[in-house]
């Protein structure tokens, strides 16, 4: 992390219901919009509850620092400090060793490290929210989102009755709890295409559910989750699709009508490196595989960034807002 540039990731978040309820689907439509959760979202750090350990006895506590509500977008502030971090180290150039000092830290004091959320409220065709990260070595993207799920838990908590419904069954008087789940998938790299592109398919994956195999009972084969369905990558069948990018989307193509939620592809590049990434068939966008996460760098803000902020920095936030055309 340096004092003059950040690195902004891109992603795509959706909302989806989720029940404990023994008897229905664990899987519903979303209880509340980005923006009514975010809404509540706000009350819990108001009431400073919006903080997270990672567990009793962790020495890393997360915190939604600041938020914002801007036109068109959420801005989130997440904080994480950490006392397991080691201790930091300062030297001079050309200094001496009376010229270094060490920052010592306790167990109940450690490294503090920010990084800003920035959250599209309207949704694309997908129904999902063009979301911006800053990344962060100490804070990924991943912690992040499940920093926001706990958070999602506890707005259902506080809020109870914004997430309490008629159960389907039409029962009179009876009710299930819901509470909102984020997902999230990363929007492919430049360097993911071109490695692609200039690479040799290996082979790619349909993951589909168990409902397509002919004879398939869920009672009887409970313990079977998924089956992969493999397409074509010879020569002559990437030829036909016009290179590996469009085989690639091709497949996805045949996901989506199939409602199979996912692709992995596996590939050589030029040097002969073995790469693989899975992608979502909606969205076409990736669901693991960092380094092929898009990326853009903002900079110009004087050597002035620290790694952690008690509040919003303005600077990172225009800047953020200004690179969101340029997904």
């Known amino acids: 992390m340096k004092k003059n540039e950040r690195i902004i990731q891109y992603f795509d978040i959706g909302l989806v219901g989720k029940t404990r309820a023994r008897d229905m689907q664990h899987t519903l439509v979303s209880p509340r919009t980005i923006d009514e959760l975010m809404t509540e979202f706000s009350v819990l750090r108001e009431l400073n509850k919006a903080r997270k350990k990672v567990s009793a006895k962790s020495k890393q506590e997360y915190r939604l620092?600041?938020?914002?509500?801007?036109?068109?977008?959420?801005?989130?502030?997440?904080?994480?400090?950490?006392?397991?971090?080691?201790?930091?180290?300062?030297?001079?150039?050309?200094?001496?060793?009376?010229?270094?000092?060490?920052?010592?830290?306790?167990?109940?004091?450690?490294?503090?490290?920010?990084?800003?959320?920035?959250?599209?409220?309207?949704?694309?065709?997908?129904?999902?929210?063009?979301?911006?990260?800053?990344?962060?070595?100490?804070?990924?993207?991943?912690?992040?989102?499940?920093?926001?799920?706990?958070?999602?838990?506890?707005?259902?908590?506080?809020?109870?009755?914004?997430?309490?419904?008629?159960?389907?069954?039409?029962?009179?008087g009876r009710t299930y709890n819901a509470?909102?789940?984020?997902?999230?998938?990363?929007?492919?790299?430049?360097?993911?295409?071109?490695?692609?592109?200039?690479?040799?398919?290996?082979?790619?994956?349909?993951?589909?559910?168990?409902?397509?195999?002919?004879?398939?009972?869920?009672?009887?084969?409970?313990?079977?989750?998924?089956?992969?369905?493999?397409?074509?990558?010879?020569?002559?069948?990437?030829?036909?699709s016009g290179g590996n990018w469009n085989h690639l989307k091709r497949a996805i193509d045949h996901a989506d009508t199939l409602n199979s939620p996912y692709v992995r592809i596996s590939f050589t590049d030029q040097s002969g490196a073995g790469h693989s990434a899975t992608l979502s068939s909606d969205t076409g966008q990736i669901l693991d595989a960092d380094k092929y996460i898009k990326k853009r760098k903002i900079e110009g803000f004087g050597n002035a960034l620290r790694t952690a902020f008690p509040v919003i920095h303005d600077g990172i936030k225009a800047k953020m807002i200004g690179v969101m055309g340029d997904e």
């Open 65 to 172: 620092e600041d938020m914002e509500e801007l036109d068109g977008n959420w801005l989130l502030l997440i904080n994480v400090v950490d006392t397991e971090a080691a201790h930091p180290v300062t030297q001079k150039l050309d200094g001496t060793e009376d010229d270094r000092e060490i920052i010592e830290l306790g167990d109940d004091r450690g490294l503090e490290s920010s990084s800003h959320v920035l959250i599209s409220k309207q949704p694309n065709e997908a129904g999902k929210h063009l979301c911006l990260f800053e990344k962060n070595a100490t804070l990924p993207f991943s912690k992040a989102m499940s920093f926001l799920n706990h958070l999602c838990l506890l707005a259902a908590k506080c809020h109870a009755a914004n997430y309490k419904f008629p159960h389907p069954s039409g029962e009179a």
């Open 179 to 240: 509470y909102c789940r984020i997902t999230f998938v990363g929007h492919p790299s430049d360097d993911f295409k071109e490695e692609l592109e200039s690479g040799v398919i290996k082979g790619i994956q349909i993951t589909s559910d168990m409902t397509v195999v002919r004879g398939y009972d869920s009672e009887k084969h409970g313990d079977l989750i998924g089956t992969d369905i493999k397409m074509k990558v010879g020569r002559l069948d990437v030829l036909r």
